[in-house]
Each structure stands twice: as structure tokens, then as C-alpha cells.
């Protein structure tokens, strides 16, 4: 047999035995590799969510020098009872490294030194529930092997949730990223958390979006990121509002709607415990640099059905358990503005630089019974970026009437500040005044409140216009009458001090701004004399007397020992 021949026959036999080597590991890939991992894995899945996982996958890659394999075109459905798809993960790849065979292939325990994923997309309804979730019932793995993963990490992930079955093009959706470490599935336990089977779950959301059911609301979120393990939660550049102009806006809802813009710079939350619609409970949620724009146009009608309730009975009706043990806002700017009716100018009301801290925001009935029954809120901030305005607000959780009270302060400003809201409302403008102090205190519930108002001013004189007829001539006769008839200054010169009532029976289908807003003006009327006052006091010239502030047992210094 000549060379050539017996080179052309070895050529042939090896080719062939390479061709039965890649033929064959290729049949064992499917039959036994391929179903291991796909029955194993779609097992356990099955194990969370009834029976209803479908896991495919397309090919499974080995690069033995790299100690590295990969599996290709992963797919996985949760279906319902009429194979109906109610949640979808497409991953392109899943790449799985590790540093020593004998340590990763040995006798059902396998050891990775990371398991990375890129542009995992997953397809989610809104509501949970759907899902099914349940509980489990056997242990992890089903005792088949135990898994050990040193990094996990998801990159360029997406994420979408939909509303309705038919459209699941998403009404929210997000970027993502996830990081893992030291992740152990350990064979016959039952997993209770995530800190049985992880030291750090870090999930990090961009650009997340979501449109709201009525197709008239978005939320923006920057970024969002989840320390799982520790259940912490910090929310960056978020924006909430209306997709339209204040002014489109109230032209399709019709009826008088406020237009809400809230910005918020960062939200941070402390030990979260979510369970869906059933328990919202947060340590400690904080929050810095937020802009809140509220429009209203009153020109047009306010729906006879609306009620608005109290805070107390948005907690009480609720159906979700809440419990906030602390909340702490810094630097809040709120801005408000109204269209009275028949004008188009804009009546602005704004408070700067508020600082607010809140307590027990709760309807769970053991926080109830350990933390008391109070909700209590202190505020602080700016009026007209003249005046420091302190206030405190209690209310009762336990009452069935939204039972609270407010007390307050306003340090001296020029009152001829708030003609940015006054003029546009109101045919009147001050042209002199100051307020040197201001204290009220009053309580109530969902329809009205009573109290009193402490308001020291000085050279108090407004200009009526418009009113008589369209002669200036009118105009000065209605302001002389009105600036002789109206106290100029409290106390007045003889001594005497009208303590403002604060008397208002609440429009149901307002706001709490709005009901807050108006007792306090009640109150203001009656110190200047439009209404009668709750009493006079005679003060001497030189007599100290303590506030209403002081009286109800703030702003007192603490006496030493």
C-alpha cells in the first residue's frame, strides 16, 4: 500500500472518528446535558409558581480551556390554566464561568465563579396576583443538586409591565441591572428570604417610565435602586404630572381638577416590607429638594358627587395594611396657583423652603397600640419668601370623624406680599401693612372646624377698585369707607385686641389645602373686623402676656433645675 493511499485512509478514519466525536457529544448536549438543565431548572421554577413554567433553551455551548459554557436563546413562560402567556423572560445568553472542575462537576454540587446575563427582557402584568406565587412547599432543588454562585450579575436588562391581558406592550417600563454575590442554594432547605440564599441582591432600575390607567398621568423615575437584602429603597430625580398644560388639561376634565407637577430630587426608604396590595410597611422614608406646582381653574364647575376625605379616613378605609414610622422632607417648595373664575391671570399662593417631619402615618392595629393613636406632623417654611411659618398638625387615627388640630405661627412680613393671590381673587389690594405676629390654633374634622387666631399688625390700609362703578372716584369712596370702618391696627391704640375666630364649614369636594387655607382666612376676618371676633382683650401698654403659641405650650423656654 503506497503512502499516499495509507495517508489518504488515516485522514479518512480520523475525520471520521471527529465527526463521531462531535456527532456523538452532540446527541449527549441534547439527550442528557440539554434536559438536565432544562428539566432541572423548569422543576424548581415549577416549584414557586404551580406547575405552570415552560423553560426552553436553544443550544448549550462548552469552551473547556475557558472553563466556560453557555446557554443560548433562553426562554421562559408562565402560563395560565388556558395557556394563556402572563409573564415572559427572553435572555439571547446566559454565560457561566468557573475556576476548578473537580470543584464544579462533582456529585450534585456545582460551584460557579459567576453566572452573567446581558439584556435579559421580561414581560410582567402590573398585577402580581396574577402570578400566582405560592409558597413553598418541598424543599429547594427538590434535593436533586445544590448550586453555589460566587457573582450573579444581569446587565442591560429590560423590563416591562402591562395593564390589560390582550395588550401587553407595557405601561411601565424600565432598564435594569443586577448584581448578586455569594449566592448558595443549598439542597433540602426551604427558602424563607432572600438572606437564605444571598449576601448582597443590589437591583439598580433607569429611566423607568409609567403611563397611569387614565391615560392622563406619567411618572418619571431617573433611577431607582433596591438593596434587597437590607430592604432599602432610593428613588432619584422622580417627576410626577399630568402629559398635558394646566390649561389643556382642565379643558378635558371639564370640571375643576388639579393639575399636580411634583418633582422630587431624591427619595431614600429604610427597611421595606411590600407584600403587593396587602402591606406597605417603611422605618424611615426621607426626601430633599422637591418642587410641587398645583393649578386649579375655577372657571369650571365642581362635581356635585366629588368628596375628598381626611387623612384619617384615607388610613382607616384603606385596604392595604401602612405603616410609616418616620417621614422626613427637607427643602419642599410648594407652589399654588389659581384661575378665578372668569379671569385667566393666575392667583399664586407659595410656601419656600419647607421642612417637614412626620410621625406614625399607620392604620395597622399593632403599631396602634404600640406607637399610640396620634399622627403627628411638624412643618416648617417660607410664605411669599417673607415670613417664617411654623405649624403643627395631630391627628386622631382612631377617630371616625378625621378628628384634628392644628396650631401655627407666622413671624412679622409685609402684607402686601399676599396681593399676588388677593387682587387676582378679590376686587381689594393692600397698599400698606405689616404683620408683626400671627398665632392660631383650631381642630376639627371632615366638615368643620372652630378656633382662634392671636394677629398683631400695624398701619393696615386697602384700595377697593371696580366695585362702585369704573369711576376712580367710586373706587376712593368704597377705600375711605372700608379704612375707617376695618381696624388699621391690632391692638389698637386705646389698648384693645380682637382675638380672630376661626369658624369654617369645609366644602367636601375641596381640598385639604383649601380647607386649611379658608379657616385661616376666617380667622383673618374677623381680626380686621369683616367679622366679629371670638373676643376683645384690653391690653396695657406694658403688660407681658403670653401668646395663643405659648398658651397651648410652645415657644416657652425650659426652666433649669
Known amino acids: 500500500m503506497s503512502k499516499k493511499t495509507l495517508h489518504k485512509r488515516t485522514l479518512i478514519i480520523f475525520t471520521s472518528l471527529l465527526a463521531s466525536v462531535f456527532i456523538g457529544w452532540q446527541l449527549f448536549k441534547e439527550l442528557k446535558v440539554k434536559a438536565f438543565v432544562v428539566n432541572s431548572i423548569q422543576s424548581e421554577l415549577n416549584h414557586y409558581f404551580e406547575d405552570s413554567i415552560s423553560f426552553e433553551v436553544q443550544n448549550i455551548r462548552f469552551q473547556v480551556l475557558k472553563k466556560k459554557f453557555t446557554l443560548e436563546k433562553v426562554k421562559v413562560f408562565l402560563r395560565t390554566n388556558e395557556n394563556d402567556t402572563i409573564a415572559k423572560l427572553e435572555i439571547p445568553s446566559i454565560y457561566f464561568t468557573w475556576n476548578k472542575y ?23 402584568p402590573i398585577d402580581f396576583e396574577k402570578l400566582k406565587n405560592s409558597k413553598a412547599s418541598r424543599p429547594s432543588f427538590d434535593g436533586r443538586f445544590e448550586l453555589e454562585l460566587s457573582n450573579f450579575n444581569i446587565k442591560d436588562g429590560e ?13 411601565v417600563s424600565s432598564h435594569y441591572d443586577l448584581k448578586a454575590s455569594h449566592l448558595y442554594f443549598q439542597k433540602s432547605k426551604t427558602l424563607t428570604s432572600f438572606k437564605d440564599i444571598a449576601e448582597k441582591i443590589e437591583i439598580e432600575f433607569k429611566k423607568l417610565t409609567y403611563h ?35 390649561k389643556k388639561f382642565a379643558k ?84 399654588y396657583h389659581e384661575i378665578p373664575n372668569g379671569k385667566n391671570e393666575l392667583a399664586k399662593v407659595y410656601i419656600s423652603n419647607i421642612n417637614l417631619a412626620i410621625n406614625n402615618i399607620t392604620n395597622h392595629a399593632d403599631s396602634l ?7 403627628h406632623i411638624n412643618a416648617n417654611g417660607q410664605l411669599y419668601n417673607e415670613g417664617k411659618l411654623k405649624s403643627t398638625i395631630k391627628y386622631d387615627l382612631n377617630s371616625n370623624y378625621g378628628y384634628f388640630e392644628v396650631s401655627g405661627k407666622l413671624e412679622p412680613m409685609n402684607l402686601k406680599a399676599i396681593n399676588q393671590y388677593l387682587t387676582v381673587s378679590y376686587p381689594v389690594a393692600i397698599t400698606t401693612g405689616r404683620l408683626d405676629d ?26 377697593f377698585y371696580k366695585i362702585l362703578n369704573e369711576e376712580e372716584k367710586g373706587d376712593k369712596a368704597l377705600s375711605w369707607l372700608a379704612n375707617v370702618a376695618l381696624a388699621q391696627d391690632n391692638p389698637r391704640k ?4 380682637r382675638i380672630g375666630k376661626i369658624k369654617f364649614n369645609r366644602d367636601t369636594r375641596k ?23 371670638a373676643r376683645i382683650e384690653k391690653l396695657e401698654q406694658h403688660n407681658q402676656r403670653d401668646s395663643l403659641w405659648e398658651k397651648i405650650g410652645f415657644g416657652k423656654e425650659v426652666e433649669s433645675e
Open 212 to 246: 397611569l390607567k387614565d391615560k392622563i398621568h406619567r411618572l418619571d423615575v431617573e433611577n431607582i435602586s433596591l438593596d434587597v437584602i437590607h430592604q432599602n429603597i432610593t428613588l432619584r430625580s422622580v417627576r410626577y404630572r399630568p402629559i398635558y398644560t394646566p
Open 369 to 375: 397600640l404600640k406607637h399610640g393613636h396620634f399622627l
Open 102 to 124: 473537580w470543584e464544579t462537576f462533582n456529585q450534585g454540587y456545582f460551584k460557579f465563579e459567576s453566572l452573567d446575563i446581558e439584556k435579559a427582557r421580561l414581560l410582567l
Open 511 to 533: 381640598s385639604m389645602f383649601s380647607y386649611w387655607s379658608n379657616s385661616l382666612i376666617s380667622g383673618f376676618q374677623s381680626t380686621i373686623g369683616l367679622e366679629k371676633p
Open 252 to 335: 378635558i376634565m371639564i370640571e375643576q381638577s388639579n393639575h399636580i407637577d411634583i418633582y422630587l430630587d431624591s427619595v431614600r426608604l429604610t427597611n421595606v416590607n411590600w407584600a403587593g396590595d396587602s402591606l406597605i410597611a417603611i422605618e424611615n422614608m426621607y426626601s430633599k429638594d422637591i418642587k410641587l406646582k398645583v393649578t386649579k381653574d375655577k372657571n369650571y364647575p365642581l362635581p356635585e358627587s366629588r368628596y375628598i376625605p381626611v387623612l384619617v379616613n384615607l388610613l382607616k378605609n384603606s385596604s392595604t395594611i401602612i405603616d410609616v414610622r418616620k417621614c422626613n422632607i427637607e427643602n419642599f417648595d410648594l407652589h
Open 494 to 497: 386705646n389698648g384693645k385686641f
Open 438 to 463: 400671627l398665632y392660631f390654633n383650631y381642630s376639627g374634622g371632615n366638615k368643620a372646624v372652630s378656633g382662634e387666631m392671636e394677629l398683631r399688625y400695624s398701619d393696615l390700609n386697602i384700595r
Open 159 to 171: 423590563i416591562l409591565f402591562y395593564d390589560r391581558k390582550g395588550k401587553k406592550h407595557g405601561s
